[in-house]
């Protein structure tokens, strides 16, 4: 496989994830030929590290990739960080005053923590599907001494969404908000909560610069419309087929879907 493109950044959920949660043995052969070409491929992901660690193992990755939505650059390997733009304490201590007032349910990440105030619904899929076990804490104790790189908001009822609603309103000058999903779980909305500033663009520029590579050799590809910064920013940019309108816009090409293996098929048809 020879091109000029030496690092391939993707997305997970619903680019490398399709409904059943697994990797296509299309796309697992060639992200490996990919490597083997030399090209170094990154995740570009909404999830928090230690619940990428998974697939980053299954596809043997190594060095750096994109966690927390942007929030976050780091090598998993030796907790080398490139790049992490966290919360502030008084951001987060208002968020976390503000979801007790309206008993709102808000997860906090550190780099490799993952914090609740009570068991829900939702920690079970972060720890089912996602892999992820919670630390049952009071906020209160977290915010003075932890550094929480994201928050999170899990919605599945009209009630949790208008409690979501509310906390975007009152923080939409405060914090980026950005809605992922996975095909896993098609009916359940993960908001990302992050500083302001922060985008999968950002971190891309970030990480290309740390490696020495220039945005043009850079290949992107995602399904979400919190992927359109990183789409944006690099040199080939390749949106899913079952990605939105938004982000098809500013694809160079949109391939199949993620239950088609689109990844392998964007790859074989661009790439020689």
């Known amino acids: 496989m020879t091109n000029h493109y030496r690092l391939l950044v993707t997305d997970i959920d619903g680019t490398l994830l ?4 697994t990797i296509s043995p299309d796309d697992r052969t060639t992200l490996a030929k990919i490597q083997d070409s030399g090209m170094q491929v990154a995740l570009s992901t909404g999830r928090v590290m230690l619940a990428s660690l998974k697939i980053i193992k299954e596809l043997s990755l190594d060095g750096y990739h994109i966690f927390c939505d942007g929030a976050l650059v780091s ?5 080398d960080e490139v790049y992490a ?6 951001l987060l201590r208002e968020a976390i005053e503000f979801s007790h007032l309206y008993d709102i349910n808000l997860d906090l990440y550190s780099r490799n923590r993952y914090f609740i105030e009570r068991e829900t619904w939702a920690t079970a899929i972060r720890r089912d599907f996602f892999g992820v076990e919670p630390t049952v804490v009071d906020f209160n104790q977290v915010w003075p001494e932890e550094r929480i790189i994201k928050g999170a908001l899990v919605l ?3 009630e949790e969404r208008a409690k979501a609603e509310s ?5 939409q000058d405060c914090f980026n908000f950005s809605l992922s999903r996975t095909p896993s779980y098609p009916e359940v909305d993960f908001i990302n909560v992050v500083a302001q500033g922060v985008s999968k663009g950002e971190a891309l ?12 050799e850079v290949i992107a590809i995602g399904d979400g419309n919190n992927d359109v910064s990183l789409l944006s920013k690099a040199g080939l940019a390749i949106a899913m087929g079952n ?9 160079d090409y949109v391939t199949l879907d993620v239950e088609h ?3 392998s098929a964007a790859i074989k048809k661009l790439l020689r």
Do not use: T
């Open 156 to 158: 599945n009822s009209a």
């Open 261 to 263: 293996s689109g990844l």
């Open 75 to 79: 090598n998993p390997e030796n907790d």
């Open 167 to 171: 906390f975007r309103l009152h923080f």
């Open 243 to 251: 990605a939105p309108d938004e982000l098809k816009a500013v694809a």
């Open 85 to 90: 733009k966290p919360i502030s304490q008084a």
């Open 18 to 21: 399709g409904k059943n949660g």
């Open 205 to 216: 520029l970030a990480l290309s610069s740390y490696l020495n590579i220039p945005m043009s």
